[in-house]
């Protein structure tokens, strides 16, 4: 009698669960990517020559390794309220850093099949969302020389409200709005306290894909704080993408425009190298590039299926008014204008799991003139 009330219980139990799964589903999910990598940068330019060598075990090369939750309810007629938390993950140290928590993506909102999704919190600018072209990784990836399109901390919204529009047929359009960082206070000059902000942020874009066809544009603005009583202007940032699978070969183009700045920016010395640049201006701060900063960006790549696996190359390119003189607020010869190269291999294993090599050059890193760098490395990547 007893087992029958358990088995009863049991299989009772089991019906709820399934019922709430049809109305209710988390998904937990990640990527883990980790290989081992070697890097050679070397700066030959003001009567100096150094060189920095490193090599050794590399985190999130083709992905950064994270780890998240996301989840929907069926609310009815269409209608999903959803969610998805997502954290940074380091398999060679576990150290977080400015990573800990959730900070990769952190949202609530509601999606309907006829009149699209709206979030809110921490999430991906339109820049990131309609970038449609294929890319490198670490020195060869289009971050090193686009803003907004990469994906550094400036190109995630802290306190944004974000709608994207319902597929029409392969286009979708993307609006949204950051309200700054309103988590500390100032003194103003009448002695009261006011609330501090970092400068809202606008970013809007849209794209196309529809069979071999794929083609995405962008514009981010965000204003600046003017500390010390200095005005700056919003820093801006705007660029279009196409790329068309001819399926022997898929081809990549982009344009790209940043002013008084750049956003999202993963390509300055410091943040590649890890250092001060040798000395050199150090862009480590997109403030730092001065307020009558211009850059035009450039992309072209190639991918191809080869062997079972892909295999892609490509080519960066930024100039920049860094090279006036330094009494108009460039750095004169100190600036040259960024390079980057790179080819790599993804073979899979399985569905989930790839293995994959890569090799890059870079010239002028961080348009820090004559600073140029030699990558390569092999590692495993697996989703789950």
């Not at 019906?15 to 049809?22: H, L, N, S």
């Not at 900070?103 to 609530?108: A, L």
């Not at 944004?160 to 529009?165: C, E």
């Not at 319902?166 to 103003?188: A, C, E, H, R």
Request: hydrophobic share 35%; no cysteine; glycine share 16%.
């Amino acid at each position: 009698m007893k087992k029958t009330l358990l088995a009863a219980a049991l299989l009772a139990g089991f019906a709820t669960a399934g019922v709430a799964q049809a109305e209710t589903s988390v998904t937990l999910y990640g990527i883990l990517d980790t290989g081992y990598g070697y890097q050679n940068y070397k700066y030959d330019g003001h009567d100096a020559d150094i060189t920095a060598k490193s090599s050794g075990l590399r985190d999130g090369t083709f992905n950064g390794s994270r780890w998240g939750l996301k989840g929907a309810e069926d609310l009815g007629d269409g209608l999903r309220a959803i969610f998805q938390l997502e954290a940074h993950v380091n398999l060679g140290s576990q150290s977080s850093g400015a990573h800990s928590g959730f900070m990769r993506q952190s949202f609530v909102g509601l999606s309907s099949d006829n009149w699209g999704t709206f979030t809110m919190g921490r999430q991906y600018s339109a820049g990131v969302d309609t970038n449609l072209a294929a890319n490198g990784v670490n020195l060869g990836d289009m971050d090193k020389v686009f803003g907004s399109t990469g994906l550094g901390e400036g190109t995630r919204v802290e306190n944004s409200f974000k709608y994207v529009t319902p597929d029409l047929s392969g286009f979708k359009g993307i609006l949204m709005y950051g309200t700054g960082d309103d988590n500390g206070t100032t003194v103003g000059r009448n002695g009261d306290a006011a609330f501090a902000d970092r400068g809202t942020r606008v970013s809007v874009g849209a794209l196309y894909a529809n069979g071999p066809i794929g083609v995405g544009a962008s514009y981010d603005r965000q204003s600046q704080s003017n500390e010390g009583g200095d005005d700056r202007d919003a820093m801006t940032s705007w660029q279009i993408n196409g790329s068309y699978d001819f399926e022997v070969v898929k081809l990549s183009l982009a344009y790209g425009q940043d002013r008084h700045g750049k956003l999202g920016w993963n390509g300055s010395a410091s943040q590649i190298i890890g250092t001060t640049a040798f000395g050199q201006v150090d862009p480590t701060d997109a403030f730092d590039l001065g307020n009558n900063f211009k850059s035009n960006n450039y992309h072209v790549g190639l991918s191809a299926p080869v062997g079972g696996g892909t295999l892609y190359a490509g080519w960066n390119y930024s100039t920049s008014n860094l090279d006036d003189d330094v009494a108009d607020g460039g750095w004169g010869d100190d600036a040259g204008n960024i390079s980057t190269y790179q080819i790599n291999y993804l073979y899979p294993l399985s569905k989930r799991t790839s293995v994959y090599a890569y090799g890059s050059y870079a010239k002028n890193i961080g348009y820090i003139k004559d600073l140029k760098g030699t990558e390569a490395g092999i590692g495993l990547n697996h989703k789950f």
